[in-house]
């Protein structure tokens, strides 16, 4: 079991920047895929981002690519969302999600919340216009 904690979260202005932290403890961090995922309200949760357990694959949302960078420190057991150019509907609160993967160099990486086995419990995001 892994226990993931979010931060970096706040308020900034169209335009800006915030770069999110998500910390794990617990099992190995590398035996996991990660993921980032954000949830508005009244709306469900989506996909934000996603990578594998070397670092090696990313996968973004087609609303963030070009904007948000998702990347992993494994010696640090932390994954980050550098998220540039923040647009009023990216204000959410964003979750960080680990699945364990079996693959250290694998392609595939999931954009599917039930694949995800552990959550943080999320982090406030909100951009003014």
């Known amino acids: 079991q892994v226990q993931l904690v979010e931060s970096g979260g706040g308020l900034v202005q169209a335009g800006g920047s915030l770069r999110l932290s998500c910390a794990a403890s617990?099992?190995?961090?590398?035996?996991?895929?990660m993921g980032w995922f954000r949830q508005a309200p009244g709306k469900e949760r989506e996909f934000v981002a996603a990578?594998?357990?070397?670092?090696?694959?990313?996968l973004y949302a087609d609303s963030v690519k070009g904007r948000f960078t998702i990347s992993r420190d494994n010696a640090k057991n932390t994954v980050y969302l550098q998220m540039n150019s923040l647009k009023p509907e990216d204000t959410a609160v964003y979750y960080c999600?680990?699945?364990?993967?079996?693959?250290?160099?694998?392609?595939?990486?999931?954009?599917?919340?039930?694949?995800?086995?552990?959550w943080g419990q999320g982090t406030q995001v909100t951009v003014s216009s």
């Open positions: 999600a680990a699945r364990p993967s079996s693959s250290y160099n694998g392609i595939y990486v999931s954009t599917e919340t039930y694949e995800y086995n552990y």
């Open positions: 617990g099992r190995t961090f590398s035996i996991y895929a």
């Open positions: 990578i594998n357990r070397s670092g090696g694959t990313t």
